[in-house]
């Protein structure tokens, strides 16, 4: 495979890729499927832990892609995964107000916004899911609410909408 370039065009983008590479897992996942394709499976042999986190964290970041593994005979098939992309071309601008906001909610502890994302994950279960309601009733602009839901692991962001991410959808 080619190398790849993924293109950035909002900022709400970084907190997927920030919280990617300031995590030693993540990276080392990263690094992993850069060069090879593999399973779950394999990956936590390699980081002798778990990389579902990570896995789902490259999703987000929209930097994994997966195929089916053709199984031995007798055997299920099983789901392998490599990165998409190894470059990145990032062309956004951005008040310095907003990006140290992004900034922040991508390193901040969970528990500090916690209630922040749950709020928005219950907002979106209840049906408020297109970004101008939200936006208006949040009183939050566009990329911060995007940066929100890019933070959480339940809610993926789809164009104008938030959508709840499904459990069999997660990677």
């Not at 994950?121 to 899911?129: K, Q, W, Y």
Request: glycine share 4%; proline share 4%; with cysteine.
């Amino acid at each position: 495979m080619g190398e790849r370039t993924r293109i950035i065009n909002d900022p709400s983008y970084l907190v997927p890729l920030l919280r990617t590479f300031g995590s030693r897992t993540h990276k080392k996942v990263f690094d992993l499927l850069l060069s090879n394709w593999m399973t779950q499976e394999e990956l936590d042999e390699v980081i002798e832990g778990e990389s579902l986190s990570s896995l789902i964290n490259l999703k987000k970041a929209g930097l994994l892609e997966s195929k089916w593994r053709v199984p031995e005979p007798g055997k299920a098939p099983v789901k392998e995964y490599h990165t998409s992309y190894s470059n990145v071309q990032v062309n956004f601008q951005s008040s310095f107000e907003d990006l140290s906001d992004i900034i922040m909610l991508a390193f901040k502890p969970y528990e500090e916004v916690k209630d922040t994302i749950e709020s928005l994950e219950r907002m979106v279960a209840e049906g408020n899911n297109s970004m101008s309601k939200l936006t208006r009733e949040l009183n939050m602009n566009t990329s911060h609410i995007c940066a929100i839901a890019r933070r959480s692991d339940r809610l993926s962001v789809m164009g104008q909408r938030l959508k709840l991410v499904e459990k069999d959808e997660e990677i």
